[in-house]
């Protein structure tokens, strides 16, 4: 029996739902775990990260909604285009992010609010010292760690999943993106989840 992990319309059901969303997170992470058990601050980390400081997903627990997004349209342009769905897509997909986990802070500043008085307000930002060798490669890292078996078409999916956005030259994008088609798949889904755009 297929994973309920691997249909689009579960996925969708969970968006709406922090806990089923935690709940379904920590499956996937304790599925993840072949050659080690994944740190508990890990996985608290990645429920209660935001997916960005400013843009996409920028609330306490957008890292989590955000990755469920990507995994929803991966699996969605997966089944439309016929391509074979695994575990190796699910890890890909949810943690192409996994970056992020740390990676912010949570702050206070202070603003005027809507009767001209300052109040103290909480928001994100980045953490100053944190060190990375690059979006893709990070989150690879992560994935790898856990999973080392990951596909090599995945991993580059992973590393590349940023697009014409990322560090570095993009022909090595273009390059992955024409060898393996999850790349461009990733990307995509990515995109599509950052836009929230719901056409499909």
Known sequence: MRDKLFDPSYINKLLDNPNEMKSAANKIFAQ???????????????????????????????????SFKVLKYVLTLANNFGVVIDWNMVYASFFHDAVKIGAYEEAKRWCKDENNKWIEVPYWKYVEDKMSFGHGHDSLAFILEYYPMLTVAWQFAVRYHMGAFMEGDKNDYAKAARKYPEVLLLHTADMIAVSEWEAI
Request: hydrophobic fraction near 30%; glycine fraction near 8%; charged fraction near 25%.
């Open 32 to 66: 993840l775990e072949s050659v080690g058990e994944v740190p508990q601050i890990y996985r608290q980390l990645f429920c209660e990260m935001p997916a960005s400081v400013k843009y996409h997903d920028c609330e306490k627990g957008g890292l989590v909604k955000h």
